[in-house]
């Protein structure tokens, strides 16, 4: 059965790092992505762009790419956006077997046990952390920054393909091939600086945010609905 790897955060907006995770995740380990946009993410600043248009932003960045898609299930429903909660709902929609990992960053997966009900997450899903050039997540380096998540990770992890095989519980770590210089906050801080940030990002997403006036695009204010 096919893994399906749901690729939660903020996307605010997306940028072609982003992207090149979930293909990276596709490629690698042939697997169905979804990003899972948050409308209320727990773990970081308020956002800056409405949910309905964060969504909107990756439909058009996804837009052709066979296996990448996205689930809305966090902007139905009022709150916090806790993963935990995310994952309980997909297990019970998916049904026992189907293999299901949540893909999370290694500074999202250092700060895992801050998390609402963190450890329930690994009887719902595999956890995927990529690793980018140059940051390790080998148990030495968690262990060094996190080791209450160490312990919790260190006789779940597997080789990133074998997550398929079982529907929960593993930890697996994928590498990415290159460094990636691009970030939700320096688009925006270049967007509202006049800079150069069209060629981090999707053109159609790009489009986007100058006919919505995004993040200070023209020196406008962000649209809201």
Known sequence: MKLLACYGGS????????LAVARAVRDGLG?????VPAADPPHK????????LRAEMLELAVAGEPGLGIDRRELERDGPSYTVDTLRLLRARQGPHRPIAWVMGGDSLLQLDTWREWR??????????????????????IAGRAPAVQRQLGFRRRP????????????????????????????RRLVAAR?????????????????RRLYGYGGGAAASL
Do not use: N, Y
């Open 11 to 18: 996307f605010d907006p997306v940028h072609l790092g982003h």
């Open 31 to 35: 697997a169905e992505v979804a990003f």
């Open 45 to 52: 600043e308020a956002t800056h762009a409405p949910a309905a």
């Open 120 to 141: 329930e997450l690994f009887s719902h899903a595999h956890v995927l952390a990529v690793a980018r050039p140059g940051s390790p997540l080998d148990d030495d380096a």
């Open 160 to 187: 990133a393909a074998a997550l398929a095989q079982s529907p929960a519980g593993g930890f697996a770590v994928l590498e990415l091939p290159r460094l990636r210089p691009e970030s939700s906050t320096e688009v």
């Open 195 to 211: 800079g150069a940030w069209e060629p981090m990002l999707p053109p159609a997403v790009a489009g986007f945010i100058r006919d």
